[in-house]
């Protein structure tokens, strides 16, 4: 076969003139594959990062950390509370004048613990480093259960669920000691006041 405009040899079946590049007629251009289904060549997986879950061990130092830096300021406001009671006290005051003289100070002592421990764990675990100080040493951060920033109204609920209930008398002790427990044997670490307020607590890489 030869090419129709420089007459140069065409071999059977050639779709072009191999000289000038004339196509030949009568020849069937070989269409190109279809594209591969499914991810193209030059795209890369990308790596998801790893889950990595805040054990019991990690979680009771942190807070052992926060129970330090909390006792300082309800250490001085202890002490204020019971100086001013100082001098009834050692004045051979009888019992009933001792019960209305400390009683008062001891719930209002109750009432300032439970509400720094709720502003400090709540306000500390929705800012942006979604930890307390004692978590932040350890590199561990709370997240609602898609991972995102937790809500103040939902740190408050973690709170309340844990160390509020755990101030009950008698069985609350018994349940925070059973809800801390459960951070270490539950798959995803939560303890029963994470389960409830939906919240996971995380450690970095």
């Known amino acids: 076969m030869y090419c129709s405009k420089c007459g140069g040899m065409v071999p059977e079946g050639a779709a072009f003139c191999g000289a000038c590049g004339q ?5 069937v251009p070989v269409a190109a594959p279809p594209p591969a289904v499914g991810m193209p060549p030059y795209a890369t997986p990308v790596p998801q990062p ?11 130092v942190a807070a052992i950390i926060d129970g330090l830096i909390l006792g300082v300021p309800l250490g001085l406001v202890f002490l204020m509370l019971f100086a001013s009671a100082l001098p009834s006290l050692t004045r051979g005051a ?3 004048t001792v019960v209305l003289t ?6 209002l002592l109750l009432v300032v613990s439970l509400a720094g421990g709720w502003l400090y764990w709540a306000l500390m675990e929705s800012s942006a480093w979604q930890a307390t100080l004692g978590k932040k040493v350890l590199g561990l951060y709370v997240t609602d259960l898609a991972g995102n920033r937790a809500t103040f109204g939902r740190t408050s609920g973690r ?7 755990g101030a009950v008398p008698y069985l609350g002790g018994l349940y925070f000691l059973i809800s801390c427990i459960t951070a ?3 798959e995803k670490k939560q303890a029963l006041h994470d389960m409830i307020a939906g919240c996971l607590v995380l450690r970095k890489a």
């Open 23 to 27: 196509p030949i007629a009568g020849s």
């Open 50 to 60: 790893q889950v990595l879950y805040a054990g019991f061990w990690l979680r009771f």
């Open 94 to 96: 009888d019992p009933m």
């Open 102 to 107: 400390v009683l008062p100070r001891v719930l």
């Open 159 to 165: 709170f309340f669920a844990g160390r509020g209930i």
């Open 184 to 186: 270490g044997l539950t």
